[in-house]
């Protein structure tokens, strides 16, 4: 069975407007959980680190204040993109550290701005 | 972590193995290889990785070469719902949550019938 979930798995919103994506861990607790986006046939790209207790790290070029990361237990992460804009129109996928090495990734969310 | 260079794009026949090679020739000695595939809208999925030694498990084998500058995913009898993009990725193993976990451009492997 699935190990990360995400919700909604889609959403269309309007340009202007925020949109708050859902990153569940369903069998582990993690401190720390990754958020990606991926463009149309591109590669994922790592945006940002999500820390329990404590602040989000971002990788260089993306915007602190524009994809809010808060971390509220150790099975949810969410992510907020603010103030959304077409160009903001993504593929955003979390992962979750599991026991040992593996890592899960969970089924993504599509996200359309209009 | 070391970088990895991978084709753009491979086609295979059903039924066939598909190997999939990867370049990784900065590769440290404390660093693994790892493979992951994205079918087309989903997550990556884990399918296998390694040190040194040949790996195999239920969804593919991996052939490290022995100066582990290259490398190579084989996939027995591709089936149609094998057709995904495949990441090769390099990186010191356990510690730090698994780290950042840069993806490359990976292959897009066709399973044609």
């Known amino acids: 069975g699935a190990v990360v979930s995400q919700h909604p798995s889609w959403v269309i919103c309007k340009s202007g407007t925020s949109v708050k994506i859902e990153c569940r861990s369903l069998d582990f607790q993690a401190t720390t959980m990754f958020w990606y986006r991926q463009f149309p046939k591109q590669s994922l790209m790592l945006m940002a680190t999500s820390n329990e207790g404590s602040k989000a790290t971002y990788e260089q070029g993306v915007e602190k204040d524009k994809f809010l990361i808060n971390h509220a237990s150790l099975t949810l992460s969410t992510l907020t993109v603010t103030s959304a804009h077409p160009e903001d129109s993504s593929f955003y996928i979390c992962?979750?550290?599991?026991?040992?090495?593996?890592?899960?990734f969970g089924p993504g969310t599509r996200l359309t701005v209009t | 972590d070391a970088k990895t260079t991978q084709p753009t794009s491979m086609d295979c026949a059903e039924g066939r193995a598909a190997n999939l090679p990867c370049n990784h020739s900065?590769?440290?000695?404390?660093?693994?290889v790892y493979w992951y595939r994205q079918i087309h809208s989903q997550g990556p999925q884990y399918i296998i990785h390694?040190?040194?030694n040949n790996e195999t498990n239920e969804m593919a084998s991996l052939i490290i070469t022995e100066d582990r500058k290259s490398s190579t995913l084989i996939l027995p009898h591709a089936t149609l719902r094998d057709t995904a993009v495949y990441y090769c990725?390099?990186?010191?193993?356990?510690?730090?949550?698994?780290?950042?976990?840069?993806f490359g451009q990976g292959t897009e492997l066709s399973v044609k019938p």
């Open positions: 992962r979750v550290p599991g026991q040992g090495d593996e890592q899960y």
């Open positions: 900065t590769i440290s000695g404390n660093e693994y």
């Open positions: 990725i390099v990186r010191v193993s356990g510690g730090n949550q698994g780290g950042k976990l840069i």
């Open positions: 390694g040190l040194k």
